[in-house]
């Protein structure tokens, strides 16, 4: 990919992982470091950086278990449909989306008890440690919740057909695939020049992947553009992840479901410059959904397998060559989640993988037991 780059100038530091809140229970002060979107799977971590708690969704349920899954501290049932999103852990609040993403539940951290639900079409989901913003699947449209009553705090609500599919959460503002909005009253900041089909943040700059092949990087406190790169080629990104030194995102290069080639793309966050490029299995149906996570040295990536399971493998940042890879044997939900030197990942209701990040070896493979279920 030949790439075009104006450098105006940033360094990015500090991380801001969206999604992220505060878990208190009446023991502990507890991080949320998940979950990320198409995951089925978060967790709590204690301020030492230890794992607290693990929130799974079953097909009909929401589990809390103890870190080393011996242990149900609580069950909370689904009273209609199954979870489609989530869960996602703000504040005191575990909130998830079911039936259909017709509606939004919030339970309590500590005993899984029901804090309140709603009816509300949703697309996608995030917060912070006291609010639930959450992008409706109608008028394209934006609400912000109460994280601990559910109570609608404000809504915005321009109309026209479609809906907002991304939804970023930083520094007093929502960024959107259409618009900026403030997190405090829903007020309208700006609107993009263009539609975006994936975004996401890293400190106080907003990323932007757009199918024409424009990449950019927005800083959010100035309101100006730190670079803009331009492709040679159409795009059509299914998957954005960030770190402090690489914009890595999934997608297929020119029109999707005819020409089917897929690639992983690495820009650098400084200045823009396409880094590498790494061609990607698509399999029968395509990339998988939701098939990327960073860290500062590596990028983990999922891929189909042709028994229909998935491959896992991890790329060097710095090079785009391959460092291991393995086949799950199953098929895998969502990205994997990264704590430590541990990856997590789902493979349906029922099996929890830990993989040692530095050789992808399966630490463990856990299918839960039936009380578990």
Same mark, same amino acid.
């Given at each position: 990919?030949?790439?075009?780059a ?8 500090v ?19 998940g ?19 693990i ?7 929401i ?27 703000h ?11 017709s ?6 951290t ?8 709603? $009816? ?5 989901i995030? #917060? +912070? ?6 992008a @409706?699947? /109608?008028?394209?449209? =934006?609400?912000?919740l109460?994280?601990e ?17 991304q ?17 405090t ?13 994936i975004?996401?943040?890293? $400190?106080?700059?907003?990323f932007?992947?757009? #199918? +024409?092949g424009?990449i950019e990087?927005?800083r @959010?406190? /100035?309101?100006?553009v =730190? ?15 960030v ?20 690639f992983?793309?690495?820009f650098d ?7 590498w ?17 960073s ?16 491959w ?7 090079t ?32 929890l993988?830990?993989i040692?990040?530095?050789s992808g ?13």
């Amino acid at each position: 990919m030949k790439v075009s780059a104006v450098f105006i100038g940033i360094f990015l530091s500090v991380v801001l992982l969206v999604g992220k809140g505060i878990c208190r229970s009446s023991k502990i002060a507890a991080q949320s470091i998940g979950a990320l979107r198409g995951a089925r799977i978060a967790m709590t971590t204690t301020p030492s950086g230890e794992i607290d708690r693990i929130y799974i969704a079953r097909e009909h349920e929401i589990q809390c278990l103890d870190k080393g899954l011996n242990r149900v501290i609580w069950t909370s049932h689904v009273s209609a449909g199954t979870v489609d999103v989530g869960p996602i852990v703000h504040g005191g609040t575990v909130a998830y989306v079911s039936d259909d993403m017709s509606t939004v539940t919030g339970l309590n951290t500590d005993n899984g008890s029901l804090k309140w639900s709603t $009816a509300i079409q949703t697309a996608h989901i995030t #917060g +912070d440690n006291k609010t639930v913003f959450l992008a @409706t699947s /109608t008028g394209m449209g =934006v609400q912000a919740l109460d994280a601990e009553t559910g109570k609608r705090i404000w809504k915005y609500e321009p109309g026209g057909p479609g809906s907002i599919y991304q939804l970023v959460y930083t520094n007093g503002r929502i960024y959107t695939d259409a618009y900026v909005l403030s997190a405090t009253n829903g007020l309208i900041v700006k609107k993009n020049a263009s539609t975006a089909n994936i975004i996401d943040a890293r $400190a106080d700059t907003i990323f932007k992947v757009i #199918g +024409d092949g424009t990449i950019e990087a927005f800083r @959010t406190r /100035t309101n100006s553009v =730190v670079w803009k790169a331009v492709s040679d080629r159409r795009i059509y990104p299914i998957a954005i992840s960030v770190n402090d030194r690489f914009l890595f995102f999934v997608g297929y290069s020119g029109m999707p479901f005819i020409a089917r080639k897929g690639f992983l793309w690495a820009f650098d966050v400084s200045d823009g410059h396409a880094a590498w490029e790494l061609p990607i299995a698509t399999g029968d149906g395509g990339l998988q959904p939701d098939p990327i996570a960073s860290d500062y040295d590596n990028v983990y990536l999922l891929s189909p397998a042709a028994d229909f399971s998935t491959w896992l493998s991890d790329i060097s940042v710095v090079t785009g060559k391959q460092v291991w890879s393995h086949d799950l044997k199953g098929k895998i939900d969502g990205p994997p989640l990264v704590v430590g030197g541990v990856l997590y990942l789902t493979d349906g209701p029922d099996v929890l993988y830990e993989i040692d990040k530095r050789s992808g070896s399966v630490l463990l493979r856990d299918e839960l037991p039936k009380e578990l279920r």
